[in-house]
């Protein structure tokens, strides 16, 4: 699952736009066809993951959806802000 915290759906919608194309070579909308995507605010995100904990997953693989270096620290901390959410995840 690639995942980036961001102030809304519509602005997580054009960050994971443009990581597929930066890092795959075509749109999101052909990405999401292979790979979960969630961007959005903390709550948003949080309620992607737990549907995968509803269904049964144990464990999620977790790929920050950013590009260089500096933008991967800033969600490093975004993403350190939803484990705080984690009991919405082990709730379902």
Known sequence: MSVAVTGSVAAGR?????????????????????QVLAAGPPSYVAERLSAYAAAGARHLAVRIAAGPL???????????????????????
Do not use: D, M
Request: cysteine-free.
């Open 14 to 34: 054009r960050l994971l736009a443009e990581f597929s194309q930066a890092n795959y070579g075509f749109p999101v909308e052909q990405l999401e066809t292979i």
């Open 70 to 92: 500096a933008a991967q620290l800033g969600e490093l901390e975004e993403l350190e802000e939803l484990i705080k959410l984690k009991p919405l995840l082990t709730a379902r």
